[in-house]
């Protein structure tokens, strides 16, 4: 019989018989262990007791994967478990190409889609030579941007700190009344860990190192619009492509693109909550490698979900979602009676067409983001692709491999 290898990676408790009854179980299927990792946990949940094991190993072929996880199951928080080297027979000329590991995110933040430093005529910035001419040196930042190292510091002018000003006060007021528990529990320690004030507009390196100590999220400066694909993409390896530019004084609560005021205010928040945080890194995973309509798919269920998505709070709908959270007008028009409201449903929500501007006709209502995070899971494995990806967040890679667990 020829030997088989896997590659497990488990979330355990850090009591040593906890390590010492995994082991077992290996010992028990006369594992081979030929590689072992681990760090502290920073994911999926908010506990600080908890170790993630990266476990690769050989086994004889009678070897049963089911019944291997199902005896594990008793003594870790979370198992996943891949067979084989990578099937590359699974990996053909007409695999799109997806970032294999966080270094490779680089090349999704760098292709433009839309906008960026040079304006269409629908833009309120169009014919404003110096606001133009700040957005190039802003979009210099972003291109420059190495992984690896801080995000440089902008100083902002005192125009665009008075328009983060309008927009931060204004959406402050109703958070308490319109937005979600998770975002009111986080909000407020974003004020103190990371500079959040009406007169000043905090720094992405600033969020991203507070965030990564969070959830293990980060921000990634872009500048602008990036496609659907490498957006999507992106998730997979908890980064956030996040503009550093600012909309336009003249309409401080219009922006036909994403913007600092949108990034920081409506979504940055949530990435605190480990929920929403492993749902939005589900939706990445799905991203990968699959075809051009599944992609409109994902990017249909990102749009209801992470952008304009309600959560039910005792039967009263609350936003999570960051065009409503940075929306002034729609934040308080998504709760009302005017628009249709329906319970989340994934299936639902990816053939569901939506007006790009204006208030939405339409939401979807998670029963909560711990449903919405496990809807998510179980519908990525409906999703059609020839191999399965499972994430490394210990190397933040991906493993490209044939499903087993
Ligand atoms: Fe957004």
Known sequence: MEPRSYSLIITISKRIDSLVSVL???????AVITHLESRPSRTPTDE??????????????DFSP????AILQEFVVSASLVSGSEPSSCL??????????????AQCCTTLFKYGSEL?????????????VRRKEIAVIAKRYQYGRPIPRMEYTAKEIETWGKIFSSQVKLYPTHACKEYNKHFPSLFSECGYREDNIPQLEDVSRYLKAKTDWQLWPVIGWISARDFLNSLAFRVFPTT?????????????????????????????????????QEIGLASLAISDEWIDNLASLYWF???????????????YGAGLLSGNEELQYCITDCPERRL????????????????????????????????????????PRPFCVIYDHINQKVEVQTAVV
């Open 305 to 319: 979900t992470v952008e304009f998505g309600l959560v039910n709070e005792g039967g009263s709908p609350k936003a």
């Open 244 to 280: 550093q530019y600012i909309r336009h004084h003249s309409k401080p609560f219009y922006t036909p693109e994403p913007d600092i005021c949108h990034e920081l205010i409506g979504h940055a928040p949530l990435f605190c909550d480990s929920a929403f945080a492993q749902f939005s």
């Open 344 to 383: 989340l449903d994934i299936g639902e929500i990816i053939v569901t067409k939506y007006p790009e501007t204006g208030l939405q006709p339409l939401y979807f209502v998670a029963s909560s983001l711990e449903d919405m995070r496990d809807q998510m899971s179980a519908f990525s494995k409906s999703i």
């Open 92 to 105: 053909s000329d007409s695999t799109p190409w997806f970032p294999r590991s966080i270094a490779d995110v």
């Open 66 to 69: 089911d019944t291997f996880v």
């Open 24 to 30: 077992g179980v290996l010992k028990n299927h006369d």
């Open 120 to 132: 269409t005529p629908d833009h309120p910035g169009y014919g404003d030579k110096e606001y133009q």
């Open 48 to 61: 600080d007791n908890e170790i993630d094991y990266f476990i690769q190993f050989s086994v004889l072929s």
